[in-house]
T-cell receptor
Framework: AQSVAQPEDQVNVAEGNPLTVKCTYS??????LFWYVQYPNRGLQFLLK??????LVKGSYGFEAEFNKSQTSFHLKKPSALVSDSALYFC???????????FGTGTRLTVIP | DAGVIQSPRHEVTEMGQEVTLRCKPI?????LFWYRQTMMRGLELLIY????????DSGMPEDRFSAKMPNASFSTLKIQPSEPRDSAVYFC????????????FGPGTRLTVT
């Protein structure tokens, strides 16, 4: 079975400060890991993914995430938050990449001006 | 490419009526997914297709829900009869191995059943 947990429903950060949105996963194998962002009244947009290779993955809009196999984590980070980063962020995991993509419950990020 | 296209964007219907949601995936993508998003249950995978064939429909809530993909460029999700608890935002997404398996989502259909 595979699952993903986002322990924080809400994250608040001041503009210009670094941000972290946490994600831990559980799979019986090598995971495909994804981060998506959802703006109000929009569909999810792909941010970045880890499949194999370098544990630090860089994605869109200055976001990055670090795959940590020992801690089964894939936290999303950004060095300097923007007000426009305020949105709902979803972590997702799959065993095969294409199917059975399990999404976390989402973390609402609010960047305070 | 125009991205994943969904119609209608909004649908308001009365309980007991049939509802049909439509999706056009990105050209060349061979996987298509239907999701439902609600505040209570979050984002749920309902069904997905590979090369127009349904692979996993275990997320379909009950027999009132059905999905078809008659060709590579069109899919429908039908609810008959609809109930108020079906009110949600329904998303369609597509992907392919050659695109790295990241799913591309449509804008969603907001369904309200009164």
């Amino acid at each position: 079975a595979q699952s993903v947990a986002q322990p924080e429903d809400q994250v608040n950060v001041a503009e210009g400060n670094p941000l972290t949105v946490k994600c831990t996963y559980s799979v019986s194998g090598n995971p495909y890991l994804f981060w998506y962002v959802q703006y109000p009244n929009r569909g999810l947009q792909f941010l970045l993914k880890y499949i194999t290779g370098d544990n630090l993955v860089k994605g869109s809009y200055g976001f990055e995430a670090e795959f940590n196999k020992s801690q089964t984590s894939f936290h999303l980070k950004k060095p300097s938050a923007l007000v426009s980063d305020s949105a709902l962020y979803f972590c997702a995991v799959s065993l095969t990449g294409a199917n059975n993509l399990f999404f976390g419950t989402g973390t609402r990020l609010t960047v305070i001006p | 490419d125009a991205g994943v296209i969904q119609s209608p964007r909004h649908e308001v219907t009365e309980m007991g009526q049939e509802v049909t949601l439509r999706c056009k995936p990105i050209s060349g993508h061979d996987y298509l997914f239907w999701y439902r998003q609600t505040m209570m249950r979050g984002l749920e995978l309902l069904i997905y297709f590979n090369n127009n064939v349904p692979i996993d429909d275990s997320g379909m809530p009950e027999d009132r829900f059905s999905a078809k993909m008659p060709n590579a460029s069109f899919s429908t999700l039908k609810i008959q009869p609809s109930e108020p608890r079906d009110s949600a935002v329904y998303f369609c997404a597509s992907t392919s191995g050659t695109s790295g398996y990241e799913q591309y989502f449509g804008p969603g259909t907001r369904l309200t059943v009164t």
